[in-house]
């Protein structure tokens, strides 16, 4: 089946830096892939719809210079948290949609923890 | 504005009884009604999907069922183990449009002890 995978899962990184987070579909060519961020014990919280060879569709409140989205080929879409806050601290997965009934494929997630 | 509500943050059951988490949702209308099972500190994981104008599906001991009517879910898992212990969200999609975006519920963290 469709495999997404998602690197790094972990990362500590300081105040100020920047942090690129990479989602790779594996199997299957995926032109539009999407961004979440979950905090502790809530939803997933759509931030951006990236789109192959094209801009990002960001979500409203969604600072699209603060987290910029890449998505240069089909198999690819980065997400970089650009000079990160402890407020960025956060669960940030990827998604593409599956094949026919197959839903959403998720990338297993990052964890970032900005000091 | 719309709105997806999963009736209780937590659950709590004894193994081998049916579980059952309930998903309601306003302001939408979903063609499709999904429904994912997250793990701690992982990505949700697709369990099932069933269409607008299906009353019901089933899959091994889960069974889902959708009232367009109620604008209601329901997710059941029969014979429950504690391996079954997890988050469980549903989400709601418009179509198949490669650019269709869900949104998620808030989950159910299901626990059952043994």
């Known amino acids: 089946g469709a495999v997404v995978s998602q690197h790094p899962s972990r990362v500590i990184c300081k105040s100020g830096t920047s942090v690129k987070i990479e989602c790779r579909s594996l199997d299957f060519q995926a032109t539009t892939m999407f961004w979440y961020r979950q905090f502790p014990k809530k939803s997933l919280m759509l931030m951006a719809t990236s789109n192959e060879g094209s801009k990002a569709t960001y979500e409203q409140g969604v600072e699209k210079d603060k987290f910029l989205i890449n998505h240069a080929s089909l198999t690819l879409s980065t997400l970089t948290v650009t000079s990160a806050h402890p407020e960025d601290s956060s669960f940030y997965i990827c998604?593409?949609?599956?094949?026919?009934?197959?839903?959403?494929?998720f990338g297993s997630g990052t964890r970032l923890t900005v000091v | 504005s719309q709105k997806i509500e999963q009736n209780s943050e937590a659950l709590n059951i004894q193994e081998g009884k049916t579980a059952t988490l309930t998903c309601n949702y306003t302001n939408y209308s979903p063609a499709y009604l999904q429904w994912y099972r997250q793990d701690p500190g992982r990505g949700p994981v697709f369990l099932l999907l069933i269409r607008e104008n299906e009353k019901e599906k089933r899959k091994e001991r889960l069974k889902v069922t959708f009232d367009t009517t109620l604008k209601q879910s329901l997710f059941h898992i029969t014979a429950s183990q504690p391996a079954d212990s997890a988050t469980y969200l549903c989400a709601l999609d418009r179509g198949y449009s490669s650019a269709s975006k869900i949104i998620f519920g808030s989950g159910t963290r299901l626990s059952i002890r043994p």
């Open positions: 998604s593409a949609r599956g094949q026919g009934e197959n839903g959403y494929t």
